[in-house]
């Protein structure tokens, strides 16, 4: 622990006259105009490190933030066919971009709706073979990005046809366990490409309509269809891509957007297409769950010392350069002395 006292700025204004006034006099008695200019800035720097010392800021006494006080939960389809390759990248070069996976898309996705629903507690639940609540309600949104990131559809030997309804009961219990905490709305979203490869009739969300306040059935893939790589065993190991059996052909994957209707239906919220070209369009958060701070902070303000020191680093540029010129001078003067001595 340091027991060295705090200065107070004040205490440096009778160190900052005696300064200025030192290089005030000499910038009144210098002889040259070079001179009196290198005095100039020298009166500018001490000047502006004075100022620096006070902190100067302008008044800034409101600060504004939003809160949503709501849970999201997403449904996300991690079948080999979000690997599919028909998802447009309208940044990637190009006229028309390039071809990505659909898995591209719902990560952007994702990164809107923490965007959209700041504060929120977000919760994500996969689903392939069978559903996995992969990450509980949470704030740490980057707890959600990386579990994206590192999520990978099971390999393709494995894999013994999808659902598209098998989230339902996870989703369900998610939103029940939710809806215990008061004043909390709950937005889900179903994030998938409506391909049912699994036979039977898919499971149905009803059992989750009443729990859910709002949200979307996001929708990806084309109905033209995109090609997918297997995924070996390993971490997200790609091989080549999928052939259809009869064919000999890469297999296609395409969109179902009667069924992600379906399930829009069941779970009481919207269905879109989504596209790289566009955003998605998400609702907004119940209003009375949503919270604004505009209040009053008292000794609240916008700092604008970092001005102040480009200033002074500017003007010590300009001692230094003034400092390494006389150095200059002084040591080729010298070296003409030794010189002329040595002719002797």
Not at 114 to 140: C, H, K, M, W
Request: glycine share 12%; hydrophobic share 45%; proline share 5%.
């Amino acid at each position: 622990m340091s027991f060295l006292p705090v200065l107070h700025p004040l205490l440096l204004v009778p160190l900052t006259l005696t300064g200025l006034g030192v290089a005030v006099w000499a910038l009144i008695t210098a002889r040259t105009g070079s001179t009196r200019l290198i005095w100039v800035v020298r009166v500018l720097l001490v000047a502006a490190c004075a100022l620096l010392a006070f902190r100067p800021g302008i008044p800034d006494g409101t600060s504004k933030s939003v809160a949503t006080n709501v849970d999201v939960i997403i449904a996300l389809d991690n079948t080999t066919s979000m690997l599919a390759e028909d998802w447009t990248d309208p940044e990637a070069d190009g006229a028309d971009g390039e071809q990505g996976r659909r898995i591209d898309g719902v990560r952007a996705d994702v990164r809107a709706l923490i965007e959209a629903y700041p504060g929120a507690r977000f919760a994500l639940i996969a689903f392939d073979n069978s559903a996995q609540v992969r990450l509980p309600l949470t704030t740490d949104t980057s707890a959600l990005m990386s579990s994206l990131e590192v999520m990978a559809p099971p390999p393709t030997d494995n894999s013994s046809g999808s659902s598209i309804g098998v989230a339902a009961d996870a989703l369900a219990g998610t939103l029940e366990n939710a809806a215990s905490a008061d004043g909390r709305a709950r937005l889900v979203f179903y994030l998938g490409d409506g391909e049912q490869t699994a036979s039977g009739e898919p499971q149905s969300f009803d059992a989750s309509a009443p729990y859910v306040d709002g949200g979307g059935v996001l929708g990806y893939g084309t109905t033209e269809g995109g090609r997918m790589k297997r995924v070996e065993a390993g971490i997200g190991a790609a091989g080549g891509y999928i052939e259809d059996p009869s064919t000999g052909e890469p297999a296609l994957s395409t969109i179902d957007e009667a069924a992600l209707e379906g399930i829009a239906g069941e779970l009481g919220v919207g269905f879109q297409l989504r596209t790289g070209d566009t955003e998605a369009a998400l609702p907004e958060a119940p209003a009375e769950t949503t919270t604004v701070s505009g209040e009053e902070t008292p000794g609240a303000r916008e700092e604008l010392s970092w001005i102040v020191a480009l200033v002074v680093a500017a003007l010590l540029a300009v001692e230094i350069g003034v400092a390494t010129a006389r150095v200059g001078r002084t040591l080729r003067a010298t070296r003409s002395q030794t010189a002329r001595k040595e002719a002797r």
